[in-house]
């Protein structure tokens, strides 16, 4: 019993980490779209973003029971995480991804008002709100069941460590993602590791769809298993610390743009 605490207690360390990086990523973006606004309505469109990406982000938790139970949504998931976090890996290892946002900004804001700006912050919410609920459901679905019972359309556990990590979302985005941010320029290939990560976590839900009751390419109780468990912690562990000592997080001479 203990080691299955254990279990939940570490994946819900590493969800809470997660959530922390996707928080920065989404204040940085948020900063980016609102840049071009005067610094009133700047703080003001922010403001506005940080509120819808409460709501959006709250509401995601209602949607655990859909994406727990039915494979195709698990599927939807999975191949979105996978691509989501390999578009921007890929981009990154082109050096296209930092140049690629600030040109679309100047050609997408500029010259837009209050509003439309405040719009698009939205659909950026809306889109990390989805990435957010979708790491969390992946990660919590490979833990083994609790004796807590069902909850939520899911294993009582699972369901708390998903709402934790949701809880945790919100409440970095709120206070502590300036301190990601802050981390992120200090060490910028963290955010290419948190991506990383996003599509390993991709791959995890890929492994519980294929094991789904009504398709069972593999084994049921495989994504469950002491091997596959041991296999993804150690993958998801040495992502984690490449990125960490990445040279990139090594001060450049021209200085951190």
Same mark, same amino acid.
């Given at each position: 019993?203990e080691?299955?605490?254990?279990?939940?207690?570490?994946a819900l360390?590493?969800?809470?980490?997660?959530?922390g990086?996707l %928080?920065?990523?989404n204040?940085?973006?948020?900063a980016?779209?609102?840049k071009?606004?005067p610094?009133?309505?700047?703080?003001?469109?922010?403001?506005?973003g940080i509120?819808?990406?409460?709501?959006?982000?709250f509401?995601?938790?209602?949607a655990?029971? $859909?994406?727990?139970n039915?494979w195709?949504?698990?599927?939807?998931?999975?191949a979105?995480?996978l691509?989501l976090?390999?578009?921007?890996?890929?981009?990154?290892?082109l050096g296209?991804? &930092?140049?690629?946002?600030?040109k679309? *900004?100047?050609?997408?804001?500029?010259?837009?008002? $209050?509003? #439309?700006?405040?719009g698009?912050?939205?659909?950026a919410d809306?889109?990390?709100?989805?990435?957010?609920?979708l790491?969390?459901?992946?990660?919590?679905?490979?833990l #083994?069941?609790s004796?807590l019972?069902?909850?939520?359309?899911?294993?009582g556990?699972? $369901?708390i460590? *998903?709402? /934790?990590?949701?809880?945790?979302?919100l409440?970095?985005?709120?206070?502590?993602?300036?301190?990601f941010?802050?981390?992120?320029?200090?060490?910028?290939?963290?955010e290419?590791t948190?991506?990383?990560?996003?599509a390993? *976590?991709?791959?995890?839900?890929? *492994?519980?769809?294929l094991?789904?009751?009504d398709?069972?390419?593999l084994?049921? &109780?495989?994504p &469950?298993?002491t091997g596959?468990?041991?296999?993804?912690y150690?993958?998801?562990?040495?992502?984690a610390? /490449?990125?960490?000592?990445? #040279? %990139?997080n090594? #001060?450049?001479?021209?200085? &951190?743009?």
């Amino acid at each position: 019993m203990e080691s299955l605490w254990l279990e939940y207690a570490w994946a819900l360390l590493i969800l809470i980490g997660l959530e922390g990086l996707l %928080s920065a990523d989404n204040a940085l973006v948020l900063a980016v779209i609102a840049k071009h606004l005067p610094d009133e309505q700047k703080n003001r469109a922010i403001n506005y973003g940080i509120i819808m990406a409460f709501v959006f982000r709250f509401a995601a938790l209602f949607a655990i029971s $859909f994406i727990a139970n039915v494979w195709q949504v698990q599927a939807i998931g999975a191949a979105y995480l996978l691509y989501l976090g390999l578009k921007h890996i890929i981009q990154a290892r082109l050096g296209k991804k &930092h140049e690629n946002i600030h040109k679309d *900004v100047k050609q997408e804001a500029s010259g837009k008002g $209050f509003w #439309p700006t405040v719009g698009k912050i939205a659909l950026a919410d809306l889109a990390f709100a989805i990435d957010s609920i979708l790491a969390a459901v992946a990660l919590a679905l490979g833990l #083994p069941d609790s004796p807590l019972g069902d909850f939520g359309g899911m294993d009582g556990g699972q $369901f708390i460590v *998903v709402v /934790l990590g949701g809880i945790a979302g919100l409440v970095l985005i709120k206070y502590a993602a300036t301190w990601f941010v802050k981390l992120l320029g200090q060490r910028p290939a963290l955010e290419t590791t948190a991506y990383a990560i996003v599509a390993w *976590v991709g791959v995890k839900l890929a *492994v519980i769809t294929l094991a789904h009751e009504d398709i069972r390419i593999l084994d049921p &109780h495989f994504p &469950h298993s002491t091997g596959w468990t041991l296999v993804f912690y150690a993958v998801l562990i040495a992502i984690a610390l /490449l990125g960490w000592f990445a #040279p %990139s997080n090594k #001060p450049s001479k021209a200085g &951190h743009a």
